[in-house]
Protein backbone atom coordinates (compact mmCIF):
# COMPACT_ATOMS: atom_id res chain seq x y z
CA UNK A 1 0.00 0.00 0.00
CA UNK A 2 1.14 3.38 -0.89
CA UNK A 3 1.83 5.72 2.34
CA UNK A 4 2.27 9.63 2.22
CA UNK A 5 5.33 9.98 4.26
CA UNK A 6 5.78 12.19 7.02
CA UNK A 7 8.80 10.28 7.96
CA UNK A 8 12.57 12.04 9.17
CA UNK A 9 13.45 10.53 6.26
CA UNK A 10 13.39 8.99 3.00
CA UNK A 11 11.05 12.06 3.02
CA UNK A 12 8.06 11.47 0.38
CA UNK A 13 9.22 12.11 -2.85
CA UNK A 14 6.42 13.79 -5.01
CA UNK A 15 5.57 12.27 -8.87
CA UNK A 16 6.91 15.03 -10.63
CA UNK A 17 10.58 14.07 -8.99
CA UNK A 18 10.00 11.08 -9.86
CA UNK A 19 9.41 11.99 -13.46
CA UNK A 20 12.21 14.33 -13.83
CA UNK A 21 14.53 11.43 -13.14
CA UNK A 22 13.61 9.10 -15.52
CA UNK A 23 15.36 10.96 -18.11
CA UNK A 24 18.14 9.11 -20.59
CA UNK A 25 20.65 8.03 -19.23
CA UNK A 26 24.62 9.91 -20.09
CA UNK A 27 27.56 9.21 -19.35
CA UNK A 28 29.62 10.93 -17.13
CA UNK A 29 31.82 12.19 -18.91
CA UNK A 30 30.43 13.73 -21.80
CA UNK A 31 29.34 17.27 -22.54
CA UNK A 32 25.65 16.33 -21.60
CA UNK A 33 27.25 15.70 -17.86
CA UNK A 34 29.36 18.47 -17.77
CA UNK A 35 26.23 20.42 -18.11
CA UNK A 36 24.34 19.26 -15.41
CA UNK A 37 26.79 19.28 -13.04
CA UNK A 38 27.52 22.59 -13.62
CA UNK A 39 24.00 23.71 -13.20
CA UNK A 40 23.58 22.07 -10.16
CA UNK A 41 26.22 23.34 -8.27
CA UNK A 42 25.07 27.17 -9.67
CA UNK A 43 22.03 26.68 -8.37
CA UNK A 44 22.79 25.19 -5.14
CA UNK A 45 25.22 28.26 -4.34
CA UNK A 46 22.25 30.77 -5.14
CA UNK A 47 19.68 28.73 -3.20
CA UNK A 48 22.07 29.07 -0.07
CA UNK A 49 23.62 32.62 -0.97
CA UNK A 50 27.33 30.81 -0.80
CA UNK A 51 30.28 31.01 -3.42
CA UNK A 52 32.00 27.74 -1.56
CA UNK A 53 32.73 24.92 -3.75
CA UNK A 54 29.95 22.05 -3.71
CA UNK A 55 30.94 18.95 -3.84
CA UNK A 56 28.81 15.69 -4.37
CA UNK A 57 29.76 11.66 -3.98
CA UNK A 58 27.34 9.04 -4.33
CA UNK A 59 26.56 7.69 -1.24
CA UNK A 60 24.14 9.46 1.91
CA UNK A 61 25.49 12.45 3.59
CA UNK A 62 27.59 10.70 5.88
CA UNK A 63 30.25 9.90 3.47
CA UNK A 64 30.76 13.78 3.44
CA UNK A 65 30.84 13.96 7.06
CA UNK A 66 33.92 10.66 6.92
CA UNK A 67 35.45 13.32 4.17
CA UNK A 68 35.28 16.09 6.47
CA UNK A 69 36.98 14.07 9.18
CA UNK A 70 39.49 12.57 7.10
CA UNK A 71 40.46 15.83 5.39
CA UNK A 72 40.20 18.17 8.15
CA UNK A 73 41.56 16.59 11.24
CA UNK A 74 45.18 15.42 11.35
CA UNK A 75 44.86 14.63 15.28
CA UNK A 76 42.37 15.89 17.43
CA UNK A 77 38.87 17.59 17.29
CA UNK A 78 36.10 18.91 19.61
CA UNK A 79 32.60 16.55 19.37
CA UNK A 80 29.32 18.99 20.66
CA UNK A 81 26.77 16.22 21.05
CA UNK A 82 23.30 16.60 22.13
CA UNK A 83 21.74 13.25 20.53
CA UNK A 84 22.38 10.37 18.62
CA UNK A 85 23.53 11.96 15.19
CA UNK A 86 26.33 14.31 17.45
CA UNK A 87 26.62 10.85 18.63
CA UNK A 88 26.98 9.67 14.83
CA UNK A 89 29.77 12.31 13.95
CA UNK A 90 32.35 11.40 16.62
CA UNK A 91 32.25 8.05 15.95
CA UNK A 92 32.81 8.48 12.77
CA UNK A 93 36.09 10.41 13.79
CA UNK A 94 37.00 7.96 16.75
CA UNK A 95 36.78 5.14 13.71
CA UNK A 96 39.05 7.00 11.53
CA UNK A 97 41.98 7.21 14.31
CA UNK A 98 41.03 11.41 15.36
CA UNK A 99 41.40 11.73 19.12
CA UNK A 100 37.70 13.46 20.10
CA UNK A 101 37.27 16.05 23.16
CA UNK A 102 33.50 15.33 23.66
CA UNK A 103 30.70 18.23 24.40
CA UNK A 104 27.48 16.80 25.69
CA UNK A 105 24.56 18.90 25.87
CA UNK A 106 21.55 17.34 27.50
CA UNK A 107 19.14 15.69 24.87
CA UNK A 108 16.48 18.60 24.22
CA UNK A 109 18.52 21.26 24.92
CA UNK A 110 20.04 24.04 21.78
CA UNK A 111 23.80 23.90 21.51
CA UNK A 112 25.21 27.31 22.64
CA UNK A 113 28.51 29.22 22.78
CA UNK A 114 29.39 28.77 26.32
CA UNK A 115 28.97 24.86 25.76
CA UNK A 116 32.29 25.18 24.41
CA UNK A 117 33.62 28.00 26.39
CA UNK A 118 37.08 27.32 26.93
CA UNK A 119 37.05 24.27 24.79
CA UNK A 120 38.71 25.12 21.87
CA UNK A 121 42.37 24.69 22.29
CA UNK A 122 45.57 25.16 20.37
CA UNK A 123 45.56 21.37 19.42
CA UNK A 124 41.74 21.61 18.51
CA UNK A 125 41.76 21.29 14.29
CA UNK A 126 37.78 21.28 13.72
CA UNK A 127 34.89 21.53 15.74
CA UNK A 128 31.99 19.43 14.48
CA UNK A 129 28.06 19.49 15.60
CA UNK A 130 24.70 19.15 13.84
CA UNK A 131 22.61 22.18 13.21
CA UNK A 132 19.47 20.28 13.47
CA UNK A 133 19.40 17.08 15.66
CA UNK A 134 17.36 14.58 13.80
CA UNK A 135 16.67 12.20 17.22
CA UNK A 136 15.68 15.07 19.08
CA UNK A 137 14.27 17.59 17.36
CA UNK A 138 16.69 20.56 18.17
CA UNK A 139 17.55 23.61 16.24
CA UNK A 140 20.46 25.05 17.06
CA UNK A 141 22.14 28.46 16.79
CA UNK A 142 25.23 27.10 14.41
CA UNK A 143 26.35 30.81 13.49
CA UNK A 144 26.61 31.90 17.16
CA UNK A 145 28.81 28.86 17.61
CA UNK A 146 30.81 29.44 14.73
CA UNK A 147 31.73 32.67 15.87
CA UNK A 148 32.21 31.07 19.63
CA UNK A 149 34.94 28.88 17.96
CA UNK A 150 36.59 31.62 15.75
CA UNK A 151 36.78 33.41 19.18
CA UNK A 152 38.93 31.15 20.37
CA UNK A 153 40.61 29.46 17.78
CA UNK A 154 41.12 31.27 13.77
CA UNK A 155 42.58 27.57 13.19
CA UNK A 156 39.85 25.29 13.80
CA UNK A 157 37.46 23.97 11.45
CA UNK A 158 33.98 24.29 11.48
CA UNK A 159 32.01 21.04 10.47
CA UNK A 160 28.52 21.34 10.71
CA UNK A 161 25.85 18.74 9.93
CA UNK A 162 23.26 20.07 8.30
CA UNK A 163 21.22 16.99 6.96
CA UNK A 164 18.12 17.98 8.12
CA UNK A 165 18.09 21.82 7.82
CA UNK A 166 19.63 22.63 4.81
CA UNK A 167 17.10 24.00 2.23
CA UNK A 168 14.39 24.01 4.80
CA UNK A 169 16.01 26.77 7.49
CA UNK A 170 17.40 29.18 6.74
CA UNK A 171 21.29 28.82 8.18
CA UNK A 172 22.87 32.16 7.36
CA UNK A 173 25.68 29.96 4.95
CA UNK A 174 27.68 33.50 4.65
CA UNK A 175 27.23 34.46 7.99
CA UNK A 176 28.08 31.15 9.84
CA UNK A 177 31.30 30.47 7.70
CA UNK A 178 31.33 26.93 7.92
CA UNK A 179 34.43 25.08 6.36
CA UNK A 180 32.29 21.77 5.51
CA UNK A 181 28.58 21.91 5.57
CA UNK A 182 26.95 18.34 4.84
CA UNK A 183 23.65 17.39 3.71
CA UNK A 184 21.83 15.25 1.12
CA UNK A 185 19.27 14.54 -0.84
CA UNK A 186 16.37 12.56 1.21
CA UNK A 187 15.69 15.10 2.96
CA UNK A 188 14.55 18.58 2.35
CA UNK A 189 15.10 18.17 -0.69
CA UNK A 190 12.43 15.80 -0.99
CA UNK A 191 14.79 13.35 -3.40
CA UNK A 192 15.40 9.25 -2.77
CA UNK A 193 18.51 8.84 -1.00
CA UNK A 194 21.73 8.47 -3.09
CA UNK A 195 24.06 11.55 -2.99
CA UNK A 196 25.76 13.26 -0.63
CA UNK A 197 26.61 16.88 -0.79
CA UNK A 198 29.28 19.16 0.72
CA UNK A 199 29.76 23.22 0.60
CA UNK A 200 33.44 23.21 1.42
CA UNK A 201 36.33 26.24 2.49
CA UNK A 202 39.31 27.34 0.72
CA UNK A 203 39.98 26.50 4.52
CA UNK A 204 39.46 22.72 4.57
CA UNK A 205 41.23 22.59 1.45
CA UNK A 206 44.26 24.15 2.70
CA UNK A 207 44.03 22.23 5.43
CA UNK A 208 43.53 19.32 3.41
CA UNK A 209 47.18 19.23 1.55
CA UNK A 210 48.58 18.76 5.15
CA UNK A 211 46.67 15.83 6.13
CA UNK A 212 47.64 12.40 5.05
CA UNK A 213 45.33 8.66 4.84
CA UNK A 214 42.62 11.07 3.43
CA UNK A 215 41.43 7.91 0.99
CA UNK A 216 40.59 7.76 -2.15
CA UNK A 217 36.77 8.12 -2.37
CA UNK A 218 36.83 10.80 0.06
CA UNK A 219 39.93 12.63 -0.86
CA UNK A 220 38.70 16.53 -1.27
CA UNK A 221 41.54 17.36 -3.14
CA UNK A 222 40.67 14.71 -5.73
CA UNK A 223 37.23 15.95 -5.51
CA UNK A 224 38.09 19.32 -6.09
CA UNK A 225 40.44 18.86 -9.27
CA UNK A 226 37.44 17.39 -10.82
CA UNK A 227 34.55 19.24 -9.82
CA UNK A 228 36.51 22.60 -11.11
CA UNK A 229 35.79 20.84 -14.52
CA UNK A 230 32.21 19.75 -13.60
CA UNK A 231 33.17 16.01 -13.40
CA UNK A 232 32.59 13.72 -10.44
CA UNK A 233 35.44 11.65 -9.20
CA UNK A 234 33.57 8.60 -9.24
CA UNK A 235 30.66 7.40 -10.97
CA UNK A 236 27.73 9.68 -9.78
CA UNK A 237 24.36 8.77 -9.70
CA UNK A 238 22.83 10.69 -12.79
CA UNK A 239 19.31 9.88 -12.50
CA UNK A 240 19.35 11.04 -8.87
CA UNK A 241 21.15 14.31 -10.21
CA UNK A 242 18.34 15.16 -12.60
CA UNK A 243 16.07 14.70 -9.70
CA UNK A 244 18.27 17.60 -7.70
CA UNK A 245 18.79 19.89 -10.84
CA UNK A 246 14.66 19.80 -11.09
CA UNK A 247 14.20 20.24 -6.91
CA UNK A 248 16.75 23.46 -7.45
CA UNK A 249 14.52 25.17 -10.18
CA UNK A 250 11.49 24.61 -7.77
CA UNK A 251 13.15 25.69 -4.74
CA UNK A 252 14.39 28.91 -6.71
CA UNK A 253 10.89 29.38 -8.01
CA UNK A 254 9.40 28.99 -4.46
CA UNK A 255 12.13 31.35 -3.01
CA UNK A 256 13.91 30.61 -0.26
CA UNK A 257 12.13 33.09 2.31
CA UNK A 258 8.89 31.35 1.25
CA UNK A 259 10.20 28.23 1.72
CA UNK A 260 11.82 28.98 5.47
CA UNK A 261 8.26 30.36 6.06
CA UNK A 262 6.59 27.27 4.79
CA UNK A 263 8.71 25.13 6.89
CA UNK A 264 7.88 27.33 9.60
CA UNK A 265 4.13 27.10 8.78
CA UNK A 266 4.18 23.39 8.76
CA UNK A 267 6.17 23.30 12.49
CA UNK A 268 4.08 25.57 13.94
CA UNK A 269 1.16 23.17 13.32
CA UNK A 270 2.63 19.98 14.61
CA UNK A 271 3.51 21.89 18.05
CA UNK A 272 -0.01 23.63 18.42
CA UNK A 273 -1.40 19.85 17.84
CA UNK A 274 1.19 18.26 20.13
CA UNK A 275 -1.06 20.12 23.14
CA UNK A 276 -3.48 17.15 22.57
CA UNK A 277 -0.95 14.72 24.00
CA UNK A 278 2.36 15.41 26.06
CA UNK A 279 3.42 18.33 24.10
CA UNK A 280 7.28 19.00 22.37
CA UNK A 281 9.92 17.28 23.73
CA UNK A 282 12.72 20.00 22.83
CA UNK A 283 12.61 23.31 24.91
CA UNK A 284 10.67 26.28 23.61
CA UNK A 285 13.04 28.14 21.00
CA UNK A 286 15.33 25.35 19.96
CA UNK A 287 12.78 22.97 18.27
CA UNK A 288 13.39 22.25 14.44
CA UNK A 289 11.05 23.40 11.77
CA UNK A 290 11.59 20.11 9.39
CA UNK A 291 11.26 17.30 12.59
CA UNK A 292 8.60 17.51 15.59
CA UNK A 293 9.83 15.20 18.28
CA UNK A 294 6.67 14.65 20.45
CA UNK A 295 6.46 13.29 24.16
CA UNK A 296 4.75 9.56 23.55
CA UNK A 297 3.54 9.71 27.40
CA UNK A 298 0.75 6.77 27.61
CA UNK A 299 0.08 6.32 24.33
CA UNK A 300 0.33 3.09 22.45
CA UNK A 301 2.50 4.07 19.27
CA UNK A 302 2.27 0.85 17.79
CA UNK A 303 -1.26 0.91 17.81
CA UNK A 304 -1.80 4.49 16.74
CA UNK A 305 0.62 3.88 14.01
CA UNK A 306 -0.92 1.18 12.59
CA UNK A 307 -4.16 3.02 12.53
CA UNK A 308 -2.10 5.91 10.84
CA UNK A 309 -0.74 3.36 8.37
CA UNK A 310 -4.34 2.31 7.44
CA UNK A 311 -5.21 5.25 6.69
CA UNK A 312 -2.50 6.22 4.07
CA UNK A 313 -0.25 7.92 6.27
CA UNK A 314 3.61 7.08 7.65
CA UNK A 315 5.40 8.78 11.01
CA UNK A 316 8.36 8.11 12.37
CA UNK A 317 9.23 6.43 15.61
CA UNK A 318 11.71 7.57 18.24
CA UNK A 319 14.85 7.33 17.86
CA UNK A 320 18.12 6.71 20.28
CA UNK A 321 18.36 8.08 23.57
CA UNK A 322 14.45 8.84 23.23
CA UNK A 323 13.31 6.39 21.90
CA UNK A 324 10.82 4.74 23.82
CA UNK A 325 9.28 8.01 25.23
CA UNK A 326 8.60 10.19 21.94
CA UNK A 327 8.07 9.92 18.29
CA UNK A 328 8.75 11.94 15.44
CA UNK A 329 6.47 13.79 12.48
CA UNK A 330 8.62 15.07 9.41
CA UNK A 331 7.69 18.12 7.89
CA UNK A 332 10.17 18.99 5.29
CA UNK A 333 10.86 19.07 1.60
CA UNK A 334 7.12 19.57 -0.99
CA UNK A 335 5.26 18.89 1.88
CA UNK A 336 2.94 21.50 2.57
CA UNK A 337 0.31 23.19 5.19
CA UNK A 338 -2.71 21.69 4.03
CA UNK A 339 -1.29 18.22 3.88
CA UNK A 340 -0.30 18.45 7.35
CA UNK A 341 -3.71 19.45 8.78
CA UNK A 342 -4.98 16.41 6.59
CA UNK A 343 -2.39 14.11 8.69
CA UNK A 344 -3.24 16.00 11.98
CA UNK A 345 -6.58 15.42 11.38
CA UNK A 346 -6.44 12.16 10.63
CA UNK A 347 -4.50 11.66 13.80
CA UNK A 348 -7.47 13.51 15.67
CA UNK A 349 -9.85 10.72 14.48
CA UNK A 350 -7.06 7.77 15.89
CA UNK A 351 -7.08 9.29 18.82
CA UNK A 352 -10.98 9.68 19.73
CA UNK A 353 -11.11 5.72 18.68
CA UNK A 354 -7.91 5.11 21.22
CA UNK A 355 -10.35 6.32 23.78
Not at 192 to 218: D, H, Q, W
Not at 248 to 274: C, N
Amino acid sequence: MSRELFTVGPVNVEPEALQAMARPMITHRSKEYKKLHEGIVEKTRKALGTDMDVFMVSGSATVMIEGAVRNGIAGRSLGITGGSFGDRSIEVAQLNGKNVDKVEVPMGKGIRPEHIEGRVKKDIEAVHWVSNESSTGVFSDSTAIADEVRRQSSDALVVVDAVTSAFAMDLEVEKMGPDALIFGTQKALALPPGLGIMLCSEKMLKKAATVSNRGFYTDLLKIKKQSDDNYALTTPPVSLMYGLDFQLDKALAEGMPARYRRHQEMADLVRAWSGKLNGMFPDKGVQSNTIGVLNRGALDFDKFHASLKSRGYEISNGYGGVKEKTFRIGHMGDLTTDRVKRLLSAMDEILEEMK
